[in-house]
């Protein structure tokens, strides 16, 4: 691996010594050293163009005002060029695919700047690395809208995620199954170490890397693991990954996102979402759902998910298991990932419900709701916004969630039983609960599709709308009802697969 002190400094963006740019970048991870991160050099996309930022993320980033219009940002976000004190390494990471061990995986395409306010900044396509295999280290328009906007999605949903600040674009071509153009996505996390990083020192029995690599997750993100560990640090941080992975899969399955590819290098170490390639929302509620075109074995479905998280968290413990030694206590800590997940999962659909807390009688009345919801095939996310507005008035004359269902008896008969779970409490109040809790607009994959094909015709206006919605889901957009319908017909022919 290239080392990462005696590699020549990357040329700087043009314009990038102008007073704008002068951010107060940090290096920590690439600070780490050659085994963990190599620098790379700028491979430039010809003519770079703005398709989407974030000015939000900008600000409190600390990005000087105007960034999204300025021409070093540009040339810098597209991985042209550096601002001064931003520098360009690639990670090293291995990880478990569909199951099989795979060795080393990447970073093949994503370029670390360094950190601005304790978040690292990376690009998303913006050239090869030394861990790009055959790859060419590029991400094609199409992938890079459906993941900036998906990142903001989770993030509006409140769901754990990375960020995405801004996409360029270039007419480069990029070859796919067929030709496309470029892009590059700004993604912002306080880190993009996954379970594959472990993974990756552990087998190779790297072990004081390995240490060093989780002494700098716990310094810089999970502090409390030195203070309440009793001594075993790394099994205090088992359990906090643990706990962190549950609740976001608890979130997942609440919301119905399917993520497609939950390969071990695709975990984050923090619980955040990561990696957006072939997910999706569900439409029909459908626990068996593949997403992934790629997949078929459905090791991936939807209902399959939390088993899948778990699995991750297997190969997690057993990387980490070096510097636990205790196997008994580190099987102990990654088990409390099905505690987690239950006691997450039931909070979600309590407020889902418009309760306050997890009750004991809404295991009845999801025990009953889901398979209705699954054999009458019915829209999940629009299933519970009406169902939120109905609970304003529980009217028997509203039948807007009824005309839903095929089954329309057995839907009023939970109907009455949800009416009497809430008795007593405000109706008006259980309503405004789930409009909080159950969105109007999730990006789904007709929406991220009509803004890939608005934009590549340059225009980027329905992905600008599509940012206004889903940044803020629970509100009711008057202006922007297009996106709160049932999916068009012709989204069922959209085939999304891995890495694109
Ligand atoms: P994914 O399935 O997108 O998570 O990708 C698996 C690994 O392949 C990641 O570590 C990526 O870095 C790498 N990879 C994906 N696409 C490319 C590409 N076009 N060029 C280089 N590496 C890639
Ligand atoms: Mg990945």
Redesign the pocket.
């Known amino acids: 691996m290239s080392d990462s002190t005696t590699h020549p400094a990357a040329p700087q963006a043009p314009g990038a010594e102008t007073a704008h740019t002068q951010l107060q970048w940090q290096q920590r991870y690439a600070t780490m050293g050659p085994e963990f991160v190599a620098a790379i050099q700028p491979s430039p996309l010809p003519e770079p163009y703005w398709v989407a930022h974030n000015t939000k993320l900008g600000q409190s980033l600390g990005l000087p005002e105007g960034w999204q219009q300025s021409e070093p940002f540009l040339a810098a976000l597209t991985g042209n060029g550096l601002l001064p004190g931003s520098a360009m390494h690639a990670g090293v990471?291995s990880g478990h695919q569909f199951g099989a061990w795979a060795g080393q995986?990447?970073?093949?395409?994503?370029c670390l700047l360094g950190d601005l306010a304790e978040q690292e900044i990376q690009l998303k396509g913006a050239g090869?690395t030394p861990?790009?295999?055959r790859?060419?280290?590029?991400?094609v328009l199409r992938s890079a809208i459906r993941e900036f906007l998906c990142s903001e999605a989770m993030h509006g949903l409140g769901i754990p995620t990375t960020r995405a600040l801004c996409v360029t674009g270039s007419d480069a071509t990029i070859w796919r199954e067929t030709a496309e153009t470029a892009a590059v996505v700004t993604r912002v996390a306080p880190s993009f170490i996954r379970f594959g990083h472990f993974e990756h020192f552990s087998k190779r029995e790297q072990i004081p890397q390995l240490q060093a690599l989780a002494d700098f997750v716990i310094d810089h993100y999970y502090p409390q693991c030195r203070d309440d560990s009793g001594g075993n640090p790394y099994l205090a941080l088992l359990g906090e990954v643990s706990r962190k992975t549950a609740e976001m899969l608890a979130h997942w399955q609440a919301v119905g996102f399917c993520h497609g590819?939950m390969?071990s290098?695709?975990m984050s170490i923090l619980g955040l979402t990561l990696?957006y390639?072939p997910f999706q929302f569900l439409d029909a509620f459908a626990p068996g759902h593949i997403c992934n075109h790629s997949d078929t074995e459905g090791r991936y479905a939807f209902s399959e998910q939390p088993n899948m998280a778990y699995w991750n968290l297997y190969c997690l413990t057993d990387a980490l298991m070096p510097l636990i030694g205790d196997e008994d206590a580190a099987t102990e800590a990654v088990d409390t990932y099905r505690a987690h997940f239950q006691a997450a999962s039931q909070l979600c659909l309590a407020q889902k419900m418009g309760l306050y807390a997890a009750d004991p009688r809404q295991k009845a009345l999801t025990d009953m709701l889901l398979p209705m919801l699954a054999a009458d095939q019915v829209d999940h996310t629009i299933f519970w916004r009406r169902l939120s507005h109905w609970a304003a008035r529980m009217d028997d004359e509203d039948f807007a969630v009824m005309d839903l269902f095929v089954n329309r008896q057995q839907m009023q008969t939970w109907q009455y039983a949800f009416e009497s779970m809430h008795k007593g409490m405000g109706t008006i109040d259980v309503s405004a609960r789930m409009l909080r809790a159950n969105p109007k607009f999730v990006l789904r994959n007709y929406m991220a599709q009509e803004a890939i094909q608005a934009a590549q015709a340059k225009d980027f206006s329905v992905l600008a709308q599509l940012q206004t919605v889903l940044e803020n889901p629970f509100i009711e957009h008057p202006a922007h009802e297009r996106w709160a319908g049932f999916a068009p017909d012709w989204a069922a022919s959209i085939a999304v697969s891995?890495?694109s």
């Open positions: 990471y995986l990447g970073d093949g395409r994503a090869p861990f790009s295999r790859g060419d280290g590029r991400a590819v390969n290098d695709n990696d390639g891995c890495s």
